[in-house]
């Protein structure tokens, strides 16, 4: 199975933006809702914003109203829009159908210094 593909992480203060982009297989990306997940040193595995095929949309309420998640269909992606980053922010940032089906990629780093 074809790795999903995260890319657009970087190191900002807080208050900074930063856009996530996601390539997916079409075979995850066309079947299932798509979310955006992170993973801080010691912590598990989180879901902080997911998007179905008709753009119904869902966040966790740490990040509801900051981030935005959003697709493109013709290329197979999903965005992550982060806006007022907070230190707390700081994690490696994955994407994967929302039932964790997709073969995980290697993340995304994104680091917000206070």
């Known amino acids: 199975q074809v790795q999903l593909v995260e890319s657009g992480g970087g190191s900002v203060q807080a208050g900074g933006s930063l856009r996530l982009s996601c390539v997916a297989p079409a075979s995850v990306f066309n ?19 997911s998007i179905s ?7 966790a309420d740490s990040v509801r109203g900051r981030f935005t998640i ?30 964790r089906s997709g073969r995980w990629g290697q993340g995304t780093q994104v680091s917000v210094s206070s």
């Open 31 to 49: 079947y299932h809702p798509m979310g955006w997940y992170r993973q801080a040193p010691g912590k598990q595995r989180e879901v902080v914003a």
């Open 70 to 99: 959003s697709l493109d269909n013709a290329k197979n992606t999903v965005y992550l829009q982060m806006n007022s980053l907070k230190p707390e922010d700081t994690a490696v940032y994955y994407c994967n159908a929302l039932d």
């Open 53 to 59: 095929s008709l753009g119904r949309t869902s966040y």
